[in-house]
């Protein structure tokens, strides 16, 4: 190994610790406003806390999936610049607080959720819905399809798990657009996990089955949430297809405007995070994979997953912040 490959390595193991500061500071941030109701002032303190924190990293790093369009945005739109801008040039999707209906009411698995690629890699996605389908690792590249039935899905799955459809569970957002995919999910006789909000956890869920109980995601939700469970699944070696659903001539023409010529292209998790990719995620609420952060009289405690997709590394890392100061 040269000098060169050396540097590069040594600066890729520090972003990867460094990212987890990112998601520790918004999600001490939002957990101080858990259970108050006000969704927006949670979401706020989680987005100034993130910048702030990103601002110290160094990397030149663009924002590609964040808190909105330039107009709509004050901090964090797409297209702002972050970091010191010494360092490798980075593509950035974040969400400072996944889940601020979840935060608000104090429910299980709101996170403070980014994901770091190098420049170019990931999907520029508009603000629009995605269908979804995602389900963990260990499973034969296509098993799922999107365009197959949840009965056809289902089945592939429990068959290639070793087990009865019945033993399965499928994770879907409580939205009253899934009744008919609920209604084909429970005629199989597959159980369901319903979820009030947080899909970027509903996808992560499905990584680790033996301790979330969910083998499955289906349904649609948010296209640029879709791109962040994408990179996690890159990292776990988790499968995942999505289409984003362009059903307006304005919504074709804004995917237009950021590059996507076919409105009905399936994209898999490599195509909408390529190359090396880091991903981490803190617990703000309790939830099925992360504890959320916990106020002690002196110390706060965080719970935080990092993951990369290069060395397919799982770090869990769980932490006792003395220095309250630095929050």
Known sequence: MNMAQNIAAGLDRILTMEVVRVTERAAVAAARLRGRGDEKAADQVAVDAMRQELNRLAIKGTVVIGEGER????????????????????????????GTTICAKNLPNALAVIAIAEKG?????????????????????????????????????????GVSVSEITACILDRPRHAGLIDAVRATGAAIRLIGDGDVAGVIHTTDPEETGIDIYLGTGGAPEGVLAAAALRCTGGQMQGRLILDT????????????????????AQDMARGDVLFAATGVT??????????????????????????????????????????
Not at 151 to 160: H, P, Q, W
Not at 259 to 267: A, T
Not at 314 to 322: M, P
């Open 71 to 98: 107009d709509e945005a004050p901090m964090l739109y797409i297209g702002e610049e972050v970091g010191t801008g010494k360092g490798p040039a980075v593509d950035i999707a974040l969400d400072p607080l996944e």
């Open 121 to 161: 890699s990931l999907l520029f996605a508009p603000d629009v819905y995605m269908d979804k389908i995602a389900i963990g690792p260990g499973y034969p590249e296509g098993l799922i399809d999107i365009d197959a039935s949840p009965a056809e899905n289902l089945a592939n799955l429990a068959k290639a798990k």
């Open 249 to 268: 001539p304005e919504k074709v023409a804004r995917a237009e405007k950021m590059g996507i010529s076919d409105p009905k292209r399936v994209y898999r």
């Open 286 to 327: 309790d939830g099925n994979m992360l504890d959320g952060v916990k106020f002690g009289r002196t110390f706060i405690t965080t719970h935080t997953i990092v993951l990369r997709s290069s060395s397919r590394t799982v770090r869990e890392i769980k932490a006792r912040h003395q220095d309250l100061e630095k929050f």
